[in-house]
């Protein structure tokens, strides 16, 4: 079965996602899995076997065919990789990997991404930004903590700031908790 | 009044800060990290964390908060204004199951408000799917 986990401010940002989906959708606001599973970035998936252990860690996934050329992920691949799992419990070879604990910093930066959320809803936006902002240099590699903040601050997460953000990732070598991409 | 975010929820209680402490009513600290104090540690059910130096916890009547998380390996971040305190998970919990390849449980709602927990759809295998609007 899938277990869907948005790391999203409010249900309404997410409902258009969930339509017609019979599988549970669930709602992280304080990004809980970002520490529990050390994921730096969405979407990121996890195949967990049927005795809860991990059967292939975080690795980055999509769904669509929409984003081969910027991504370079190919989903059809990782459909048959999943279908071969749970038919035959094949795994790939890219599966015993161990994803990297988070460093202290990191961990700060969730800490303080939670303080600026909750700032933020109790109304207190200019302090909200000020956590946001520590936040982003406590993990300026991590999209969960700063790409996540961009619509809580108003900036368009498909826009400017996210290109920079990428550009950065990029050129610090594309770090990110998972299976690297071959 | 101090708002105390967790992974496992906020809770709000009343707290005094003093130098880098946090001073709650002891009664408060299982209210805010689900782990009590007592004579032979932190406890939660039949488990206890020994605390060596009680008295290095001890304010007066008052407990520091954040050296009952250090204790318990909790990380703590603290605006002072307004006065939140934001606790991680046990680091070493963290570290386990990442290296032992154990999916960790959690309890988050459903767009409904419902709440479930991954261990919940235990014995079978899960696609776990972490995703975004932004």
Same mark, same amino acid.
């Not at chain 1, 700063?146 to 997460?157: E, H, K, N, S, Y």
């Given at each position: 079965?899938?277990?869907?986990?948005?790391?999203?401010?409010?249900?309404?940002?997410?409902?258009?996602?969930?339509?017609?989906?019979?599988?549970?959708?669930?709602?992280?606001?304080?990004?809980?899995?970002?520490?529990?599973?050390?994921?730096?970035?969405?979407?990121?998936?996890?195949?967990?076997?049927?005795?809860?252990?991990?059967?292939?860690?975080?690795? $980055?996934?999509?769904?669509?065919?929409?984003?081969?050329?910027?991504?370079?992920?190919?989903?059809?691949?990782?459909?048959?990789?999943?279908?071969?799992?749970?038919?035959?419990?094949?795994?790939?070879?890219?599966?015993?990997? $161990?994803?990297?604990?988070?460093?202290?910093?990191?961990?700060?930066?969730?800490?303080?991404?939670?303080?600026? $959320?909750?700032?933020?809803?109790?109304?207190?936006?200019?302090?909200?930004?000020?956590?946001?902002?520590?936040?982003?240099?406590?993990?300026?590699?991590?999209?969960?903590?700063?790409?996540?903040?961009?619509?809580?601050?108003?900036?368009?997460?498909?826009?400017?700031?996210?290109?920079?953000?990428?550009?950065?990732?990029?050129? $610090?070598?594309?770090?990110?908790?998972?299976?690297?991409?071959? | 009044?101090?708002?105390?975010? &967790?992974?496992?929820?906020?809770? &709000?209680?009343?707290?005094?800060?003093?130098? #880098?402490?946090?001073?709650?009513?002891?009664?408060?600290?299982?209210?805010?990290?689900?782990? #009590?104090?007592?004579? #032979?540690?932190?406890?939660?059910?039949?488990?206890?964390?020994?605390?060596?130096?009680?008295?290095?916890?001890?304010?007066?009547?008052?407990?520091?908060?954040?050296?009952?998380?250090?204790?318990?390996?909790?990380?703590?971040?603290?605006?002072?204004?307004?006065?939140?305190?934001?606790?991680?998970?046990?680091?070493?919990?963290?570290?386990?199951?990442?290296?032992?390849?154990?999916?960790?449980?959690?309890?988050?709602?459903?767009?409904?408000? &419902? &709440?479930?927990?991954?261990? #919940?759809?235990?014995?079978?295998?899960?696609?776990?799917?972490?995703?975004?609007?932004?």
């Amino acid at each position: 079965m899938v277990i869907a986990v948005a790391l999203d401010e409010s249900a309404d940002d997410v409902r258009e996602f969930a339509e017609g989906i019979s599988f549970p959708v669930l709602l992280d606001r304080d990004h809980v899995l970002a520490e529990l599973y050390a994921i730096s970035n969405v979407p990121t998936v996890v195949w967990i076997d049927a005795d809860g252990t991990i059967a292939r860690p975080n690795s $980055a996934e999509v769904g669509t065919d929409m984003f081969v050329d910027f991504t370079g992920v190919r989903p059809d691949e990782h459909m048959d990789q999943i279908r071969a799992w749970v038919r035959d419990g094949v795994v790939p070879a890219d599966a015993d990997y $161990a994803v990297a604990d988070l460093e202290p910093d990191e961990v700060q930066a969730r800490l303080a991404f939670r303080i600026a $959320a909750h700032l933020r809803r109790i109304g207190d936006e200019e302090r909200a930004g000020t956590w946001f902002d520590r936040a982003a240099r406590l993990a300026p590699m991590d999209f969960t903590v700063r790409r996540a903040a961009m619509p809580l601050r108003d900036v368009d997460p498909f826009g400017d700031a996210f290109f920079e953000l990428y550009g950065e990732w990029q050129a $610090a070598g594309s770090p990110y908790h998972g299976v690297p991409r071959s | 009044m101090l708002t105390v975010l &967790t992974p496992g929820g906020s809770s &709000t209680v009343d707290a005094a800060r003093e130098g #880098e402490s946090l001073l709650v009513d002891p009664a408060d600290v299982s209210v805010v990290l689900g782990w #009590e104090l007592k004579p #032979e540690g932190l406890c939660r059910g039949d488990v206890c964390v020994p605390v060596r130096d009680h008295a290095a916890l001890r304010h007066g009547d008052r407990v520091d908060l954040i050296a009952a998380a250090e204790l318990l390996g909790l990380t703590t971040l603290v605006s002072e204004e307004p006065l939140v305190a934001a606790i991680s998970v046990p680091a070493g919990a963290r570290s386990r199951t990442l290296s032992g390849r154990m999916a960790a449980d959690f309890v988050l709602p459903d767009l409904d408000g &419902t &709440t479930h927990s991954l261990e #919940e759809f235990k014995d079978r295998k899960r696609l776990l799917v972490a995703f975004a609007s932004w």
